[in-house]
């Protein structure tokens, strides 16, 4: 992963492969932001005029090379647009830092270091610059003939211009000042969990199954002091988890269900994550249609989420209780499988009626509520691409938020919105409920096809233990990205939701949620 250090050097002293500075859209043209003082005197006070006649024009995003001006002792200056230059008295916000760093990184993969010389007024803001330069420098290549496959064959490294930048220089970070200190740790920990939930979602399913998956869980759990719990094929039967087994019974592959749980001493709160790990879904029975196959490997990114989440609380040393719950299973078509009209007996004694076998991350996400509500922590969120409806409602960037408590879903909005994460809350009209009703089963997996989204969470709702706090995170737009790479977002699994999480388990701790 990318190195972040805090630089007491100068832009125009320090010795890099690149300096990066950050430029904004005023009201006569280009305007060059703090922290880039000493590059534009470099270039006699005229560096905006030079992006200028380049085309800079500062939007969000935008990246300009030039030449460094004698003086520098970096060879290059890379200009990075920061959008509409704030008022006077207004600073950058810190999502426009993010995406500013993320975007420089990016431009610059296969450079060795790079100094970014973006506006760092506090902590808050080098922690945005820290996050966005190593989630920007981001890169999958494990699958690749010059990467290293998962099975430890396919030898060359990388090759050196499409290498990720190698060191991330903080310029004006303090690095003798505690909270500029615990911002960077803090950042480097969090990008190094995002990036994990990334290559989980970008490995190719015939390398990630739910058996391989959970041996992650177990790997991680050793190197960090987490505790953990995987229930296979045997275990579910005997335990009677009907939601898991019915998903799984189509593949070679069986399902499992992950615990992986980070403890501590002085925790008086217990927060549980529950993750849909649908590790291949090809709709089962309810064959999708063409077209809608090719990336179905991104169905377990709820699941990836809540594993780097956990994961990240123990680094972080969070004093809350953090429980994961990973509901893993590949969804496929074939003798065994289950078949709609067939009725599943579900962990919490409920029965389900399946009328669509592709409505199938909400019935391992049932067992596994049912699961976690039994330990009576003092909230519950679920995070899982389960609907095609929330990108129809929402869009590509954003994800959707329902709970059965309006105070929560408040919060956990708030919180993705705070840590750059773009979030709508969403309704759960008790209407919709009676299209769930079955003639041979306590309800079906299906209701109204209208408000398909809010459906899917009513369904969850009933699962939940009576009296626990219970969001729905429904990330299915913005945890796969198809597009070109922007900001900090590359393209393919983006690590959706995982910000929020570890900020609201950190809130929690701090005893902010009540």
Known sequence: ???LTLSTSSAATLRADAVVVGVAKGAKGVVVAPGADAVDKAFG???AAVLETLGASGAEGEVTKLPAADGLKAPVVLAVGLGDAPGKDDGYGHEALRRAAGSAARALAGSKKAGFALPVEDA????????????????????????TAQNGKGGKKNDAKSAPLGEVALLGGKPRDKEFKAAAARSQTLAAEINRARDLINLPPNDLDPKTFAAEAQAAAKEFGLKVEVLDEKALKKGGYGGLLGVGQGSQAPPRLVRIAHTHAKATKTLALVGKGITYDSGGISLK????????????SGAAAVFAAVVAAARLGLEVNVTGWLALAENMPSGSATRPGDVLSMYSGKTVEVLNTDAEGRLVLADALTRASEESPDAIVDVATLTGAMVLALGHRTFGIMANDDAFRTSVHEIAEEVGEQSWPMPMPSELRKGMDSPVADLANMGERMGGGLVAGLFLKEFVGEGIAWAHLDIAGPAFHEGAPWGYTPKGGTGSAVRTLVRLAERTAAGDLG
Do not use: F, I, Q
């Open 45 to 47: 006070g005229k560096l």
């Open 289 to 300: 249609p063409a077209g809608h196959n090719e990336t179905m490997k991104c169905d377990m």
């Open 124 to 147: 808050e803001a080098a922690a945005a610059v820290s996050e966005g330069a190593l989630l920007g420098a981001y890169s999958y290549a494990a699958s690749r003939g010059n990467g």
């Open 1 to 3: 992963m990318t190195a």
